[in-house]
């Protein structure tokens, strides 16, 4: 960290922010995963962080995850808007006695210094009607700004946790420009260099705003997106009932919790594009919330019953 | 004597919860001393984000001494019973016991049993784990490596550690030991968490206070606001400025900061235009700082916020919390905001705070952004325009769409218009617009400034000034302390709006029980309640749906109807043509409800056309006949037992407006018992008359007449085994009764004439005048005629003189409910 290029500043290079954060996360212990390879809405998603809550095994993992809400397009025209960012991620289970000290620490990493800016800690109940989860904690707030989130994870897929896990979620866009001191999130500087060399966020991702949202908004496939929405939820089921274990073996593990779940993901983010598009009414709108919730219930009810999630190999 | 000190040092505990807790850690731990025999002298609990804590000043060091003496066997009695009692008394051997005697028992022994009194150190370590493991918390939690296990603590946020001492001043006091779940008791605790990070060791609260103020740690809430209140002022005034105050937000402000720093930042003139309920609710709401403004200038703009009606995001009827909590009367927009506003940090900074300022500027800078943003936007559509869209947002699942809603209430708003003395037209215009703020962006982000929000952008569009003020206030009163509108269209518009709410939610059956009032049904009643008594509006609640002049309640209940079985969601009703009782209808017949009315029931164009067991047929414009099948469903069985259950909750409800006024619910009782109660103003004319007369001599006097009369009569009538409630016979009076029968009689015909003229004519003092001139009659009677004469005529007579009486008093109220 001493003798770091300037432009891996986090104050000044937007890539240099993760980097920071991940080495800070790796110097804890914490697995450094990537991104999961599909569409989520937030990093909780992630099945390092919704199955890995769950069961009595221990586990620290940190990763970005590129989050999709196809609902906050807003064709970049807004600076402070996207459908598609980064978060950070941090996942420690069973949460350390110090975990507000680790997350102040991450924040003194990136330069965030205490004896100059406000850090407060304002109740945030956090709950996923999808996931069937909940927990308490709190925004946590820079300044006025809020810039993680921080949760001690009660309930995962309907299942208390035992013991309970401490989740930590960076903003990355908005904390990276207000350590930038930038306005739009476009301006960010993405590699930290100046001049010709310079990377923005723009140029790296506006297009892409400007593309989902009209994809999202207007052009997204709504018949297909429903079927997609079936097939996801039958295949889940399916894989679930496959995956049980056969009546009469010595085994008791379920064998395919994982790819279960990645239909209940996959489920979940059809639902997102749908209720982008307009197409699904209030009434119906809590029903097919209900219905990914009893996938990812059922999903966790799968984990419980596999090595990961506490089953003696 | 000694004190106690208890600090429970936990992660973050929220603003609104810890005034409580604090609250309920004294109470908890002094309940359970006292109930253990231990008495103190004060007790004061205290609660910043990280702690809660508790001072107990005079506690003994120990229980008082229980003495206990126990008879034994008399001297000499076996050993089997020597032993048993030795062991029941916990004694090693006989020559602890003394020897007594008395006459009769000769000499036994009595063993003296001493309970020396538990020291307080162990009581305290025994009562407060308990207190710990089950704390009232709203909502707790799990944390950690224990909570692997079942069971394990749960706190509001991770519990760290306890302090907890006991000692007297002059010595050290000792730690009392105890442990929950792991954490051990001790003397030490922590400092402000970056000012004075660290561990401080504490012995007894004179010198912990003052430990944690040197850390940067007020742990007196009510300072802390005093000192953010004291500051806050300070820097406006210092810039010409004045604070707007804000109770709620100071409360949870100060729950948010052990040190508090109070700071001044500023945003860009330029967001002014917005309006200053926006500005202040952005800043309130997103970044909870106080908002300035320059003193004794008015405000070009709309005086008063808005409230939330129905529920926090008022777009569909979700259940509200019990108690909304958005303080703010008057004050805010009566004076141009500034363009600065007051932060409270919980820093020292070493740049002096410019750094903390810089970033809330930025953060208000985006929100502000944001707030003219859809502001601009808002402008742009017209209210009208936006009314298609309400119908994709549910108020109820069974009452269908705020659209439908609207529908209604505009036509009932310009139905009750001329009731209330407003322009029908405007009324129903207001209507129409009123809900469509929920549809704006700024409401869409802001649910607490419905209402307000119309109002702006009604009077920006042109509408009449009643239009724009009654898209408001509509919503209005909101509470038992709210103001409630007065302007004709607002009153004919809130008049609507509630008893839609009322009777959909009577149609489906979801009505308040308990402590349970979901969607407020209570507070609606109470606001048509006000509405109707402070406007002095005549509003018969009840009356005949076959009068021409059809009112307010059939008529809000057939638009009920025609909604609910039109979208085929609900049928409580058997029969549709139960609602004109009296009236036959063949069973295919058609018939235009419109002839009933002689007023457009549902919308302008929609009208039933016919009716029959299960079926009823809606005509939607000149041609689509459409039929809907329906079953009954629901508790009630008919239109009538929905009207008269509703009444009777309006019943209730206005008892207990009038008993929160200070009348006397016995006279309410004795109004209410009266047959066809069902115009509030004139039963609260009448309550008020009664109680006046009833503190007049004569009133008293009756009242004690009454009251011989109906006693005789209930005894007489009982041994009779009949009732008395023909009319005197008054050629029996003449012939063969006395003076003072005859002088009754002949006051008491006047008498009820004048009374019955007075009510009808609505003169209740009159009423009551005509009625006091029975007193002096009444009185001689009783005093003279002996009513039980031996000529049983002459006595039955005498009997339907008595009830006369009472069917006297019956012109103005039931007076076997008055009591005292």
């Known amino acids: ?313 | 004597m000694p004190d106690l000190l208890l600090e429970l040092f936990s992660e973050e505990i929220p603003a609104r919860m810890q005034r409580r807790a604090a609250e309920d850690l004294k109470k908890l731990v002094t309940d359970a001393l006292v109930e253990r025999g231990f008495l103190y002298e004060g007790a004061k609990a205290f609660a910043t984000p990280r702690r809660l804590a508790l001072h107990i000043a005079g506690l003994p060091v120990k229980g008082q001494d229980v003495r206990e003496e126990r008879k034994g066997p008399r001297v000499g009695s076996p050993e089997g019973a020597i032993q048993g009692f030795l062991k029941g008394a916990g004694l090693t051997s006989i020559e602890q016991a003394k020897i007594e005697s008395d006459p009769k028992k000769g000499e036994f022994y009595v063993a003296i049993i001493e309970k020396p009194g538990r020291s307080t150190p162990d009581v305290l370590a025994e009562i407060i784990p308990a207190i710990v493991k089950n704390f009232p918390w709203p909502k707790s939690m799990r944390w950690g490596a224990a909570s692997a296990e079942p069971g394990s603590l749960r706190w509001v946020r991770p519990l760290h550690s306890i302090v907890c001492t006991f000692g007297p001043e002059t010595e050290d006091p000792e730690i009392v030991r105890f442990e929950v779940d792991g954490i051990a008791t001790g003397d030490v605790t922590q400092g402000h968490r970056f000012l004075a990070p660290g561990e401080i060791r504490v012995k007894r609260f004179d010198d912990y206070a003052p430990a944690l103020e040197r850390a940067k740690v007020v742990i007196d809430t009510d300072r802390r606001k005093d000192m953010i209140l004291h500051d806050a002022k300070d820097l406006a005034f210092a810039q010409g400025l004045e604070l707007i105050e804000d109770e709620g937000l100071l409360e949870e402000v100060a729950g948010l900061v052990e040190w508090p720093v109070v700071l001044m930042g500023s945003f860009d003139e330029a967001f002014l235009d917005i309006p200053p309920e926006v500005i202040r609710t952005t800043i309130r709401a997103n970044q909870k700082c106080f908002v300035l403004k320059h003193p004794g200038n008015s405000s070009p703009l709309v005086g008063e916020a808005g409230r939330g009606v129905l529920a926090p995001s008022s777009e569909s009827a979700a259940p509200i919390p019990p108690s909304p909590t958005l303080p703010h009367k008057g004050g805010e927009g009566s004076s141009a905001l500034a363009n600065k506003f007051i932060l409270v940090s919980n820093l020292v900074a070493s740049d002096g705070g410019k750094t903390i300022v810089g970033g809330n500027e930025r953060v208000v800078r985006a929100r502000l952004s944001d707030a003219k943003f859809f502001w601009e936007t808002d402008k742009k559509v017209k209210l009208e325009d936006r009314l298609e869209k309400l119908k994709s947002i549910v108020f109820h699942e069974k009452l269908g769409t705020q659209y439908e809603r609207v529908e209604r209430i505009a036509a009932l708003a310009k139905e009750l218009a001329p009731i209330v003395g407003a322009d029908p037209a405007l009324a129903e215009r207001a209507a129409r617009l009123a809900k469509a703020d929920l549809v704006t962006e700024m409401v869409g982000e802001f649910p607490e400034l419905q209402g307000l929000m119309g109002r702006y952008y009604a009077s920006l569009q042109g509408e009449h000034a009643s239009v724009a003020a009654a898209v408001e206030e509509h919503y209005k009163p909101l509470g038992p302390s709210d103001r409630v509108p007065t302007d004709s269209v607002s009153v004919a518009v809130a008049l609507a709006d509630k008893i839609d709410t009322l009777v959909g939610f009577w149609a489906i059956d979801e009505k308040p029980t308990g402590s349970k009032d979901p969607y407020a049904l209570r507070r609606a009643a109470l606001g048509v309640i006000r509405l109707v008594l402070e406007n002095n509006i005549r509003l018969n609640f009840a009356s005949n749906p076959l009068r021409a002049d059809a009112t307010i309640l059939i008529f809000a209940r057939l638009l009920q109807v025609a909604h609910l079985y039109r979208n085929g969601q609900l049928a409580a009703f058997k029969r549709i043509g139960e609602q004109f009782e009296g009236r036959t209808f063949p069973a295919n017949d058609s018939f235009d409800v419109n002839t009933l009315t002689g007023t457009p029931v549902y919308g302008a164009e929609t009208i039933f056309v016919g009716h029959r067991a299960g079926e009823i047929k809606l005509r939607s414009g000149s041609l689509e006949i459409e039929t809907y099948n329906f079953e009954l469903v629901g508790r009630f069985s008919s239109l009538a037992e929905i009207q008269a259950d509703l009444l009777s909750f309006f019943a209730d409800r206005l008892k207990v407006y009038l008993r929160d006024q200070g009348a006397r619910h016995d006279l309410i009782d004795a109004v209410f018992a009266l047959e066809g109660q069902d115009d509030l103003l004139m039963i609260v004319r009448r309550v008020e008359a009664l109680g006046r007369f009833l503190d007049t001599e004569d009133g008293r006097n009756l009242l004690a007449g009454y009251r011989r009369a109906a006693n005789i009569l209930r005894i007489e009538e009982k041994k009779d085994g009949r009732s008395y409630s023909e009319a005197p016979d008054l050629q029996v009076v003449n012939d063969q009764g006395q003076i003072e029968e005859k002088a009754l009689a002949v006051v008491l015909a006047k008498a009820k004439e004048e009374a019955a003229a007075a009510v009808e004519s609505e003169d209740f003092e009159g009423a009551m005048r005509a009625l006091s001139r029975l007193r002096q009659p009444v009185d001689s009677f009783f005093d003279k005629v002996t009513v039980n004469a031996e000529d049983p005529a002459l006595r039955a007579n005498r009997l339907r003189l008595l009830n006369d009486i009472r069917e006297a008093t019956r012109t103005v109220a039931d007076f076997s409910r008055i009591e005292g």
């Open chain 1, 1 to 313: 960290m001493t003798s770091e290029p300037a432009h891996m500043n986090p104050a000044r290079s937007f890539q240099g922010l993760i980097l920071t954060l991940q080495r800070y996360w790796a110097e804890q212990g914490c697995v450094i995963l990537q991104p999961y390879d599909m569409e989520v809405g937030a990093g909780t998603f992630h099945p390092a962080t919704t199955l890995r809550a769950l069961g009595p095994r221990p586990w620290r993992a940190a990763y970005v995850q590129p989050s999709r809400r196809p609902k906050d397009g807003r064709y970049g025209e807004n600076p402070n808007r996207l459908q598609h960012y980064y978060q950070f991620q941090v996942i420690l289970k069973p949460n350390p006695p110090n975990l507000q000290d680790l997350y102040l620490g991450s924040l003194k990493a990136i330069g965030i210094d205490t004896a100059l800016h406000d850090i407060r800690f304002v109740e945030d109940d956090w709950e996923s009607p999808t996931l069937g989860a909940w927990g308490l904690g709190w925004e946590c707030w820079c300044d006025g700004m809020e810039v993680s989130q921080f949760t001690y994870f009660q309930q995962v897929a309907g299942f208390e946790c035992s013991p309970v896990a401490g989740e930590l979620t960076y903003g990355l866009e908005r904390l990276a420009m207000y350590l930038q001191g930038v306005e739009s999130i476009y301006d960010l500087n993405f590699n930290g260099l100046d001049g010709d060399q310079k990377v923005t966020y723009g140029e790296v991702f506006l297009q892409a705003e400007q593309e989902y949202s009209r994809h999202n908004f207007e052009y997204a496939d709504t018949e297909m997106l429903f079927r997609h929405f079936r097939d996801a939820e039958a295949a889940c089921r399916k894989y679930l009932a496959d995956g049980e274990p056969k009546a009469g073996s010595n085994d008791n593990r379920h064998l395919m919790a994982l790819p279960a779940y990645d239909q209940c993901i996959k489920a979940s983010h059809m639902f997102n594009l749908l209720d982008a598009r307009g197409v699904i009414s209030v009434t119906e709108r809590q029903s097919y919330i209900l219905r990914v919730r009893e996938l990812a219930k059922a999903c966790g009810a799968a984990w419980l019953k596999t090595e990961g999630g506490g089953v003696a190999a």
